[in-house]
């Protein structure tokens, strides 16, 4: 098990380095929803801390992973140095992200083929997050965490009332690695705060 666990870090070891090198190279061609974006090293430096933190919890040794991992930290902070303005061109994605939120959730399970809909607004919803939290130390991001908290209330209100819906169709959006904090990537967690609130209303119902 835990085999298996150290190559599959292994193997987005090799993904983050990948993207940090091709980052780099692309650096020019860099666009919004693009094959080379300036979010992709971002994005899997995040979630391989947040998996290495979820794996070492359990008591699993991960000392050679944290080691390599934190190379490949200094390598994207040597390639912010180089290019200079990669935080400000984070930023100005953060800003896609933030426009576009709004319409996600207006239109969260409304849109066909649902699942691939789900997945790409969940997706959407992780960058998001990975973004604010990335960049919160460089710019001032108040107004956009207040215009987020108030838009993730009314898309946590809809994943509870379509729970049961979203657990048939889109299960395969839970990822146990993910943060706490990523409500939206442990739906079964809320389907059995559902199931709860259901069994106690059935209570006082009968």
């Known amino acids: 098990m835990n085999e298996d666990i150290i190559d599959t870090l292994q193997n987005s070891l090799k993904l983050y380095k990948k993207d940090v090198e091709e980052t780099d190279l692309n650096y020019e061609s860099l666009k919004h929803l693009g094959k080379y974006s300036i979010t992709h090293p971002y994005l899997s430096k995040h979630s ?4 290495i933190e979820r794996y070492e919890a359990k008591g699993i040794n991960l000392s ?9 930290n200094k390598r994207l902070e040597a390639f912010e140095q ?9 930023f100005e994605e953060l800003k896609h992200y933030i426009k576009a939120y709004p319409s996600t959730v207006c239109y969260f399970l409304e849109l066909d083929p649902i699942d691939l809909e789900t997945g790409n607004d969940i997706a959407g ?4 997050e990975i973004l604010m939290m990335e960049l919160d130390h460089d710019f001032d991001l108040h ?19 379509n729970i049961d819906l979203i657990m048939k169709e889109c299960s395969f959006i839970e990822v146990e690695t993910a943060p706490e904090s990523f409500w939206w990537r442990h739906p ?12 106690e209303y059935a209570k006082f119902q009968s």
């Open 48 to 51: 391989m801390a947040s998996a």
């Open 143 to 161: 107004d956009m965490k207040i215009k987020v908290e108030a838009l993730d209330n009314v898309l946590k209100c809809r994943f509870r009332l």
């Open 188 to 199: 079964s967690r809320i389907y059995l705060e559902v199931q709860k609130s259901r069994e």
């Open 64 to 72: 050679e992973i944290r080691v390599q991992y934190e190379e490949i």
């Open 125 to 128: 919803r992780d960058i998001l």
């Open 82 to 90: 180089k290019r200079g303005n990669a935080r400000e061109k984070l």
